[in-house]
């Protein structure tokens, strides 16, 4: 399994980025596929953005399609999510995660939550209007 912590939430104006970081340990990171999902008060956790393996190919949800994209650095075990021209409806618990693994890798992008094993602890982004 890997361990992922993510970091970089905080409190913004409506309109404002934000970069949100998840270090990964345990096994090799550059094995998983990785995706970013939230879940807002009151409504089931959606995906946001997933990115492949070497990072070429990636994939966002309609909801922040030319606003939020995923990206990763496998040297420092790290995968990012950028956040731009953020809303009030983006106020969420924002989690990263990993995919199945090798074994269950047949290339591209994954987005939906069965296809992940690993998990972060989520951080808070809350966006003021």
């Known amino acids: 399994q890997v361990q992922l912590v993510e970091s970089g939430g905080g409190l913004v104006q409506a309109g404002d980025s934000l970069r949100l970081s998840c270090a990964a340990s345990?096994?090799?990171?550059?094995?998983?596929?990785m995706g970013w999902f939230r879940q807002a008060p009151g409504k089931e956790r959606e995906f946001v953005a997933g990115i492949s393996r070497s990072g070429r190919s990636t994939y966002s949800a309609d909801s922040v399609k030319g606003r939020f994209t995923a990206s990763r650095d496998n040297a420092k075990n790290t995968v990012y999510l950028q956040m731009n021209s953020l809303k009030p409806e983006d106020t969420a618990v924002y989690y990263c995660?990993?995919?199945?693994?090798?074994?269950?890798?047949?290339?591209?992008?994954?987005?939906?939550?069965?296809?992940?094993?690993?998990w972060g602890q989520g951080t808070q982004v809350t966006v003021s209007s």
């Open positions: 995660a990993a995919h199945l693994g090798p074994a269950y890798y047949s290339g591209g992008v994954y987005s939906s939550e069965t296809d992940f094993g690993s």
């Open positions: 345990g096994r090799a990171f550059s094995s998983y596929a």
